[in-house]
């Protein structure tokens, strides 16, 4: 029982190694940074509005948040 918990320490030492060496190789610059921001928070937009439209009956409402909707999706497009 001891060697099971043994080696499962060593791969969890290695699976943390390697993403440590990920981390390192996947550095950002600045734009790349805020372009990754940017489609963050138009992915939590358009997921709000999701579930407002779930919730909303009124006519005018839902169409007001599918052109919201459809305007965050364009964005997301241009964001990358």
């Known amino acids: 029982m001891a060697r099971g918990w043994e080696s ?4 969890s030492q290695q699976a943390q190694a390697e993403q440590a060496r990920g981390v390192k190789k996947k550095k950002l610059t600045p ?11 138009v992915e939590l937009d358009i997921a ?3 579930r407002e439209m779930a919730s909303t009956t009124h006519p005018r409402r839902v169409a007001q948040l ?4 459809n305007f965050l999706r ?6 990358g």
């Open 8 to 11: 499962k320490e060593v791969e």
């Open 31 to 41: 734009e790349e940074m805020e372009r990754v921001a940017q489609r963050h928070l």
């Open 48 to 50: 709000r509005i999701e």
């Open 66 to 69: 599918q052109a919201a909707m």
């Open 74 to 79: 364009d964005k997301a497009k241009l964001i």
